[in-house]
C-alpha cells in the first residue's frame, strides 16, 4: 500500500510559478512510478507529467512542456511538480499518483492516488 498527500496548491497570477509536493508513506517509493494530473471543471481528469522510479525517464503533456518540471527526491518520498509560467488553463485539482510500471501516462495503470490540491491562476 501507498499512501500520497499532495500541498502546494493555491491561488496566483497568471505568469507566476507554484511548486506541488506529494508525499508517499511506504518504504518502496523508489520502486513506483510517479506521475501528476489534474482535472478541471467540467472536464476530465488528464495527464500531466510522470517520472519513472529509475533511469530519470520523464514524460509531459504537450500544453506544459517547457513550463513544467517533474521531479523526485527518493530519500524523502516525495514527487515534486514545479509549474512556471501558469496559464489560467492550468486551473485544476492536481493529483498525483503512483504505478508499478516504470513509468505510465494513461490513468488505469496507476494503482494509488492522492486527494488532490487545488490550483487557481487568475488572468
Known amino acids: 500500500q501507498v499512501q500520497l498527500v499532495e500541498s502546494g496548491g493555491g491561488l496566483v497570477q497568471a505568469g507566476g510559478s507554484l511548486r506541488l509536493s506529494c508525499v508517499a508513506s511506504g518504504r518502496t517509493f523508489n520502486r513506483y512510478g510517479m506521475g501528476w494530473f489534474r482535472q478541471a471543471p467540467g472536464k476530465e481528469r488528464e495527464f500531466v507529467a510522470a517520472?519513472?522510479?529509475?533511469?530519470?525517464?520523464?514524460i509531459y503533456t504537450d500544453s506544459v512542456k517547457g513550463r513544467f518540471t517533474i521531479s523526485r527526491d527518493n530519500a524523502k518520498n516525495t514527487l515534486y511538480l514545479q509549474m512556471n509560467s501558469l496559464k489560467p488553463e492550468d486551473t485544476a485539482v492536481y493529483y498525483c499518483?503512483?504505478?508499478?510500471?516504470?513509468?505510465?501516462?494513461?490513468?488505469?495503470?496507476?494503482?494509488?492516488w492522492g486527494p488532490g490540491t487545488q490550483v487557481t491562476v487568475s488572468s
Open positions: 499518483a503512483a504505478c508499478r510500471e516504470a513509468i505510465a501516462i494513461n490513468e488505469y495503470e496507476y494503482d494509488y
Open positions: 517520472r519513472s522510479w529509475i533511469g530519470g525517464s520523464e
